[in-house]
């Protein structure tokens, strides 16, 4: 199994076309421009991880509503985007925010507090 999350969920499960050549463009082109993306790296052998999932699907319900995308990124399919994104540990929470006005790519790790916060900011 390399994902934990179905397409009757309510988190992205983010996939990319292989090969993949250039790791950052492909996540970024996953996202639509302006709008904020959490996404969880994760590994689906990761005990972690799938105790997590509830709770990640729970925040993409919370937000479904909303301009947020809730996605999630298998580290086990897709090495090279963890690898870039500087994910050592599962999971890893990241908050994206693309199209900065000047074609830019931020994001922050999500460390403490709720994600509500990280995006709102």
């Known amino acids: 199994m390399k994902y934990l999350y179905t397409p009757s969920a309510n988190v992205v499960e983010i996939n990319f076309p292989t090969p993949l050549k250039d790791p950052r463009a492909a996540l970024l082109r ?35 509503k909303s301009p947020v995308t809730v996605g999630a990124v298998s580290c086990d399919a897709y090495s090279e985007v963890c690898k870039d994104q500087g994910v050592h540990g599962y999971p890893t929470l990241k908050a994206f925010n693309v199209g900065d006005g000047e074609g830019g790519f931020t994001s922050k790790v999500v460390k403490r507090g709720k994600v509500k916060d990280i995006v709102e900011e």
């Open 30 to 64: 996953t996202v639509p421009e302006g709008k904020p993306l959490v996404v969880k790296f994760y590994a689906p052998w990761c005990g972690h991880c799938r105790h997590f999932k509830p709770k990640w699907e729970s925040v993409a319900v919370t937000f479904s």
